[in-house]
């Protein structure tokens, strides 16, 4: 499986290239189990779907799609080509479609099924921050509305406009917005347009010797200005921090003028106005510029795999090296139901690594480990040649006070390439009738096993009330001194009603990780999505001071409204 390095290889909507409109990704590129033989089986046995007796769906016909017809006046469509040029406008329906979602299981179930309530009027393509500040005058103006779009990947439900919407519902598009235009080497920072693709911007960063070190799961297709709007983490999050974390400057466009936060190491100005446009989702304005935090490409970077004897040691060992002199790129370790999905989309081994492999299972069972248990982990080093040495060594002795065993680093190169790829394992299932999405959440180390056993037994008291065979894996990712994400997968078949099952499970979940002291989302933001217990999370007070700054930065609701508080 490959994927795209830039907006060149994907579908052209407008000058700007997207993603498939009823999937992720692009054509051509998808998810195939006939090289990897257990994964059919595992299938199977976690939720019932035979993949060798059912035929995937056909591809949705777009001509089948009732869409809302545009309610862009003439005379507002003319307003907006003058200020981006006629070429850079759009109103057909294959542009407002792309712009209706991101690309939840919601979103996805939705699209194929012809759901449509209310569709973007007009999807607008500025060139240049001046082109955003005009589009945004005349559209407050007009009393439109506006909804940024980045990559459109965004599982949170924090693009589509609210099915009553009756004002124009303007897409503005950064997509034209993809430059680095400066790197300060003496202060390891570079200002970056908003609307550059993670791959284009690591690109052109590398060029010039340097990474921003931000790998989130939808790196391929979602943008600088997207992460920063939904506060998101990436994979090496340990050790370039969260996009909270990276974020220094910011440039944000709102009618009547830009809010402009400086680039400097710190500050005490009043409560942070940074921290309020991080994972706004929108609500304050356009983010059209971001000055983040650089770093110089490392000499070494290795991800090495162990495995644990369950989860319990899996977690303290990751506990103890977030809480010593290490410092990972990753650390990340899956529960054994996750352990068991990783091998099973193994491509087949031969020769002496089939040999290999047999003999270190042997050894394990010797040792009184109970394979079924078993849990999987990847810690990640980088930086000098002596110094992730050093640094691996320490995290070693921590694993292997833990009873940790080290597997060498085949397995990690393999989820380096491979990391990016678990949307398209969604889109396969769904192609066959089944649900797999994701919920995320973070908690402190003394509550992590509390979270992760809540989870468990209410998606299967959830499965038991769909009346559906159903599967839940989890790992643990981006630790912290206090504590790490828990990022939970559940999976099964769509019997009769698919969203109302869905919905089920789903909220389900959510309302475990609330009760046992987690987060309601740890990086994929609020959105309509995770709204419903944003109160329980953070006080009805903390939504009161929130729904304030909304509608004292925003009066007339003109800036994606109802997202995260109503």
Avoid at 124 to 139: G, H, L, N, R
Avoid at 222 to 228: A, D, M, N, P, Q
Avoid at 313 to 323: R, S
Avoid at 337 to 361: C, P, R, V, W
């Amino acid at each position: 499986m490959t994927e795209p390095t830039s907006r060149t290889d994907a579908m052209r909507t407008g000058d700007v290239k997207h993603m498939k409109w009823w999937g992720w990704g692009v054509e051509g590129v998808g998810f195939h189990h006939e090289d990897k033989p257990g994964f059919a089986q595992f299938v199977q046995k976690a939720v019932g779907l035979d993949l060798w007796g059912i035929e995937p769906t056909e591809r949705p016909d777009f001509s089948e799609l009732k869409v809302p017809a545009s309610t862009a006046s003439e005379e507002f469509v003319r307003v907006l080509s003058g200020i981006v040029g006629a070429g850079n406008i759009v109103v057909d329906d294959l542009s407002r479609v792309v712009h209706t979602y991101g690309k939840s299981l919601r979103d996805l179930v939705r699209i194929r099924s012809g759901e449509i309530a209310r569709s973007p009027d007009v999807i607008v393509y500025p060139a240049d921050e001046a082109e955003v500040q005009s589009v945004v005058e005349a559209a407050v103006e007009a009393d439109a509305v506006i909804i940024p779009f980045g990559g459109g990947s965004n599982i949170a439900g924090s693009l589509e406009p609210h099915p009553d919407e009756s004002r124009v519902v303007v897409s503005l598009d950064l997509g034209r917005l993809g430059r680095v235009l400066e790197i300060d080497t003496d202060a390891g920072l570079a200002r970056i347009q908003a609307g550059a693709l993670g791959p284009d911007l690591e690109a052109q960063l590398n060029r010039d010797g340097w990474t921003m070190g931000h790998f989130p799961d939808s790196f391929t297709h979602s943008t600088l200005g997207g992460w920063v709007a939904t506060r998101s983490s990436g994979m090496q999050s340990d050790k370039y921090g969260d996009i909270a974390d990276i974020v220094k400057g910011l440039r944000v466009v709102r009618a009547g003028g830009v809010l402009v936060i400086r680039a400097v190491p710190s500050a005490s100005t009043g409560p942070s106005v940074r921290e309020m446009v991080v994972g706004s989702e929108g609500r304050l304005g356009v983010i059209t510029e971001v000055t983040v935090q650089v770093h110089r490409l490392p000499e070494r970077r290795g991800i090495y795999a162990y495995f644990f004897k369950n989860l319990d040691h899996g977690l303290a060992a990751m506990q103890e090296i977030a809480e010593s002199d290490v410092s990972p790129s990753v650390t990340r370790v899956s529960d054994a139901h996750e352990t068991g999905f990783s091998l099973a989309t193994s491509k087949e081994s031969k020769g002496i690594q089939k040999m290999a492999q047999a003999g270190l299972m042997a050894y394990l069972k010797r040792r009184g480990w109970d394979l079924d248990e078993m849990c999987l982990s990847f810690i990640g080093f980088e930086g000098g040649e002596a110094y992730a040495k050093r640094q691996k060594s320490l995290a070693d002795r921590i694993v292997r006070k833990h009873h940790g065993i080290g597997v060498g680093k085949g397995p990690g190169a393999l989820y380096d390439q491979k990391k990016f790829d678990t949307p398209y394992i969604r889109d396969f299932l769904l192609d066959r009738g089944a649900a797999g999405d994701v919920s995320e959440t973070a908690g402190p180390w003394s509550k992590l096993r509390g979270i992760h056993a809540a989870v468990y037994e209410a998606a299967d008291r959830a499965y038991e009330k769909i009346g559906r065979k159903g599967w839940t894996m989890s790992h643990m990712s981006h630790s912290y001194h206090s504590g790490a994400c828990l990022y939970f997968t559940f999976a099964f078949v769509f019997g009769d009603d698919p969203l109302g099952e869905y919905d089920t499970v789903k909220r389900a979940i959510q309302q475990a990780f609330v009760d046992a002291g987690g987060t309601i989302s740890h990086h994929h933001g609020v959105g309509l999505e995770h709204a419903p217990w944003l109160e329980e999370d953070i006080s009805p007070q903390g939504v009161a001071v929130m729904s304030g700054l909304f509608g004292a930065a925003d009066p007339g609701g003109n800036f994606n409204p109802r997202k995260i508080v109503v």
